[in-house]
């Protein structure tokens, strides 16, 4: 990307030629974007962790164990569920390839045959850990923070594209998934003992971390980029449980989540929407979408039975028992752990993450309907869908 005539190689050439036939020649039907490009943490992995995992002498972590990946995939893929991801049906929707996992692909055969790339990681924090160690939380899976990622993907370009006009095409043509990150932020610290008063003070810097990002990438030339916001975490078996007891007054009464935390996601989601505001203002020929991840979601949660989720929206398809089958020391895929039968009626796969089910839910709330702004499906259509993936089904 800097100076195209100092790292010219033969293989260079011939990789780029290739993958710029690729590029252009793939017709795809939805026509809208010629690839994705993704960051962000578990909620959108799709193997990065469990390749750098596999590396390490260690052995693996239970995200990368069956049954994780057994309802779509019969496998474990390193996504944090048991099949596809909001990421996958994005992916489908506008008739792309599955998004492949950045680690592990090389060089200039990053994109070959695969329009897209995903450098999201399990566990990843949208601010550095740096900040993280300063206040005594560790990560524990990763340090692959956003700005880690943006390097990668910075990195990788010159492989790619040959200079920067011509990468600034590839990005301006590709939809962008801008999270959902900064989750993270919050569970680490939460779950290494900080209070939640003490976590909502890192809101405007998880934000801040986010909104520069965009800024950078835009500096790049992108020009269609989805931002997700928190999910309710007040909802997750994990702090059900870790709060487990509470007085009556800390839960919603129509949903049973913890009130406190679900008010940490929507000021996080407040606070996000704020700054999009602001991108937008100062690049009006940039399409910033809102993808509000948080009350797609309220909706199971409110009524899991009208939508299928008939075994409740509170209690993990698979972990370690207790009252929302979830003990962080018997975690899903351990000897001792229990699965439930029909994961596509549950909501809440391993206490943290979603099955399938929930996600395929979100993503038709967010892409057929009325969760992102803009309205994605006056972006882009994804009408025909139903044939693709069955949704028509779930619904
Ligand atoms: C993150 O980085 C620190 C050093 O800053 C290191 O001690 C730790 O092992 C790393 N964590 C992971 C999960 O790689
Ligand atoms: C739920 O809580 C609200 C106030 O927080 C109260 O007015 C309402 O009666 C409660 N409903 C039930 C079913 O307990
Ligand atoms: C979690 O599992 C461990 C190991 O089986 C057990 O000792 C502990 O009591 C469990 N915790 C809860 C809250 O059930």
């Given at each position: 990307?800097?100076?195209?005539?100092?790292?010219?190689?033969?293989?260079?050439?011939?990789?780029?030629?290739?993958?710029?036939?690729?590029?252009?020649?793939?017709?795809?039907?939805?026509?809208?974007?010629?690839?994705?490009?993704?960051?962000?943490?578990?909620?959108?992995?799709?193997?990065?962790?469990?390749?750098?995992?596999?590396?390490?002498?260690?052995?693996?972590?239970?995200?990368?164990?069956?049954?994780?990946?057994?309802?779509?995939?019969?496998?474990?893929?390193?996504?944090?569920?048991?099949?596809?991801?909001?990421?996958?049906?994005?992916?489908?929707?506008?008739?792309?390839?599955?998004?492949?996992?950045?680690?592990?692909?090389?060089?200039?055969?990053?994109?070959?045959?695969?329009?897209?790339?995903?450098?999201?990681?399990?566990?990843?924090?949208?601010?550095?850990?740096?900040?993280?160690?300063?206040?005594?939380?560790?990560?524990?899976?990763?340090?692959?923070?956003?700005?880690?990622?943006?390097?990668?993907?910075?990195?990788?370009?010159?492989?790619?594209?040959?200079?920067?006009?011509?990468?600034?095409?590839?990005?301006?043509?590709?939809?962008?998934?801008?999270?959902?990150?900064?989750?993270?932020?919050?569970?680490?610290?939460?779950?290494?003992?900080?209070?939640?008063?003490?976590?909502?003070?890192?809101?405007?810097?998880?934000?801040?971390?986010?909104?520069?990002?965009?800024?950078?990438?835009?500096?790049?030339?992108?020009?269609?980029?989805?931002?997700?916001?928190?999910?309710?975490?007040?909802?997750?078996?994990?702090?059900?449980?870790?709060?487990?007891?509470?007085?009556?007054?800390?839960?919603?009464?129509?949903?049973?989540?913890?009130?406190?935390?679900?008010?940490?996601?929507?000021?996080?989601?407040?606070?996000?929407?704020?700054?999009?505001?602001?991108?937008?203002?100062?690049?009006?020929?940039?399409?910033?979408?809102?993808?509000?991840y948080y009350n797609a979601a309220m909706q199971?949660?409110?009524?899991?039975?009208?939508?299928?989720?008939?075994?409740?929206?509170?209690?993990?398809?698979?972990?370690?028992?207790?009252p929302f089958n979830y003990n962080s020391s018997?975690?899903?895929?351990?000897?001792?752990?229990?699965?439930?039968?029909?994961?596509?009626?549950?909501?809440?796969?391993?206490?943290?993450?979603?099955?399938?089910?929930?996600?395929?839910?979100?993503?038709?709330?967010?892409?057929?309907?009325?969760?992102?702004?803009?309205?994605?499906?006056?972006?882009?259509?994804?009408?025909?869908?139903?044939?693709?993936?069955?949704?028509?089904?779930?619904m």
């Amino acid at each position: 990307m800097t100076n195209p005539s100092s790292s010219f190689s033969f293989s260079f050439i011939t990789g780029f030629i290739t993958l710029q036939l690729l590029w252009t020649s793939t017709c795809y039907a939805s026509g809208c974007y010629t690839s994705i490009i993704s960051f962000g943490d578990s909620l959108a992995d799709t193997g990065n962790l469990k390749q750098l995992d596999s590396i390490k002498n260690e052995p693996p972590l239970h995200f990368f164990l069956p049954p994780y990946g057994e309802t779509f995939f019969h496998k474990p893929t390193g996504r944090c569920s048991n099949g596809r991801l909001i990421i996958d049906f994005i992916a489908e929707g506008i008739r792309l390839p599955l998004v492949q996992p950045f680690v592990g692909a090389k060089g200039n055969r990053l994109m070959e045959s695969r329009p897209g790339v995903n450098f999201a990681v399990v566990g990843a924090t949208a601010l550095d850990s740096s900040f993280h160690e300063a206040r005594g939380v560790e990560n524990p899976l990763t340090n692959s923070s956003l700005r880690v990622q943006l390097d990668w993907f910075k990195q990788s370009l010159q492989s790619i594209c040959l200079n920067a006009q011509d990468c600034k095409h590839l990005i301006e043509r590709s939809l962008i998934l801008m999270g959902e990150i900064g989750g993270n932020d919050f569970n680490h610290a939460l779950q290494s003992g900080k209070s939640i008063d003490e976590v909502e003070t890192y809101i405007p810097y998880v934000i801040e971390a986010i909104g520069s990002t965009i800024n950078e990438l835009i500096d790049l030339g992108a020009k269609t980029l989805l931002v997700p916001g928190n999910l309710p975490i007040g909802c997750s078996a994990v702090y059900l449980t870790m709060y487990y007891g509470s007085d009556k007054g800390e839960y919603d009464n129509s949903t049973g989540c913890l009130i406190r935390l679900n008010k940490l996601s929507l000021y996080h989601n407040e606070l996000l929407q704020i700054e999009l505001n602001q991108i937008r203002e100062r690049h009006p020929d940039v399409i910033i979408i809102y993808a509000d991840y948080y009350n797609a979601a309220m909706q199971i949660f409110r009524s899991p039975k009208k939508y299928g989720f008939t075994n409740g929206a509170l209690k993990a398809c698979c972990g370690g028992g207790g009252p929302f089958n979830y003990n962080s020391s018997v975690p899903c895929a351990h000897p001792a752990s229990n699965l439930c039968l029909q994961p596509h009626t549950y909501v809440n796969w391993d206490g943290l993450h979603l099955t399938e089910a929930a996600y395929k839910f979100i993503y038709k709330s967010l892409f057929q309907g009325p969760y992102t702004m803009p309205q994605f499906n006056h972006v882009c259509s994804t009408q025909g869908l139903e044939e693709v993936v069955g949704l028509s089904s779930s619904m």
